[in-house]
């Protein structure tokens, strides 16, 4: 989803693209929000930083922009997680997968709905942005762009990675700063580096940095213990020191 956006908007972006797979069937395939939902939201961070450059005010629209894609996704599908839209996580076995994807043919509804939700996405970013702000916070806004920071991301990766925020666009699911931590990990590790949804780095940053430092816990209403009513409200949380361990642990560089 995030090469297809990026192309309606002529700007491709091959390594964020690549890194972003393993977002894929909700975060390494453990059935959160679907993988669709990650790349347009990182999609929409970028044209924030495109339009409005590095910033509360980008960092804010790209928020804004990430609840309207979560709500009219679930409008599309009924669901928000990967599993409940295909029936399936990383627990399956071979032959279910083999039962969902291939009898079942999930794997064309999968580009059906792909094919469906780009063209709304697309039509969401471009509605979002055309909006004027009156009232723009000072940083930070957003967890996911204040983990981004931390890891020594560019302006425009700390832009594309607040959307995600709060469980992205403060759905309050799987938690947006994990996203972000194993989207930049493996952004850093270069272009030429070999995906791989068992990647040690990437399970050592779930295992050793999140899960510890979240009460093993996945979804951010769980890790938080409520959702956020606003972006005001998530602002606040932040700048009051919420989820400081967690931000700092995710934002330590793994060996």
């Given at each position: 989803?995030?090469?297809?956006?990026?192309?309606?908007?002529?700007?491709?972006?091959?390594?964020?693209?690549?890194?972003?797979?393993?977002?894929?069937?909700?975060?390494?395939?453990?059935?959160?929000?679907?993988?669709?939902?990650?790349?347009?939201?990182?999609?929409?961070?970028?044209?924030?930083?495109?339009?409005?450059?590095?910033?509360?005010?980008?960092?804010?629209?790209?928020?804004?922009?990430?609840?309207?894609?979560?709500?009219?996704?679930?409008?599309?599908?009924?669901?928000?997680?990967?599993?409940?839209?295909?029936?399936?996580?990383?627990?399956?076995?071979?032959?279910?997968?083999?039962?969902?994807?291939?009898?079942?043919?999930?794997?064309?509804?999968?580009?059906?709905?792909?094919?469906?939700?780009?063209?709304?996405?697309?039509?969401?970013?471009?509605?979002?942005?055309?909006?004027?702000?009156?009232?723009?916070?000072?940083?930070?806004?957003?967890?996911?762009?204040?983990?981004?920071?931390?890891?020594?991301?560019?302006?425009?990766?700390?832009?594309?990675?607040?959307?995600?925020?709060?469980?992205?666009?403060?759905?309050?699911?799987?938690?947006?700063?994990?996203?972000?931590?194993?989207?930049?990990?493996?952004?850093?590790?270069?272009?030429?580096?070999?995906?791989?949804?068992?990647?040690?780095?990437?399970?050592?940053?779930?295992?050793?940095?999140?899960?510890?430092?979240?009460?093993?816990?996945f979804e951010c209403s769980d890790i938080v213990g409520r959702k956020f009513e606003n972006i005001e409200d998530h602002t606040q949380f932040i700048r009051e020191?919420?989820?400081?361990?967690?931000?700092?642990?995710?934002?330590?560089?793994?060996?």
């Amino acid at each position: 989803m995030l090469r297809v956006l990026n192309e309606a908007y002529d700007e491709r972006k091959q390594l964020e693209e690549k890194s972003s797979a393993l977002l894929a069937g909700g975060i390494m395939q453990h059935g959160y929000q679907c993988g669709m939902i990650w790349g347009s939201v990182l999609a929409a961070g970028a044209e924030a930083y495109e339009k409005f450059g590095a910033g509360p005010e980008a960092e804010v629209r790209a928020i804004m922009a990430a609840e309207k894609l979560v709500e009219e996704f679930q409008n599309c599908t009924g669901e928000v997680d990967c599993i409940e839209i295909t029936e399936i996580d990383k627990s399956a076995s071979t032959l279910k997968m083999i039962y969902v994807f291939l009898i079942k043919g999930k794997t064309f509804s999968c580009f059906k709905l792909s094919g469906k939700f780009a063209p709304i996405a697309f039509k969401i970013i471009n509605k979002t942005f055309e909006k004027e702000l009156t009232d723009i916070p000072k940083l930070p806004v957003s967890c996911a762009a204040e983990l981004a920071r931390k890891m020594g991301a560019s302006e425009k990766h700390i832009v594309m990675a607040a959307g995600l925020a709060a469980g992205i666009g403060l759905y309050g699911g799987a938690c947006g700063a994990l996203g972000t931590a194993i989207w930049i990990r493996t952004m850093q590790k270069g272009a030429d580096a070999k995906l791989d949804f068992n990647d040690p780095l990437v399970i050592e940053i779930i295992e050793k940095s999140f899960l510890p430092n979240s009460d093993y816990e996945f979804e951010c209403s769980d890790i938080v213990g409520r959702k956020f009513e606003n972006i005001e409200d998530h602002t606040q949380f932040i700048r009051e020191g919420g989820c400081a361990e967690l931000i700092e642990a995710l934002a330590e560089k793994n060996e």
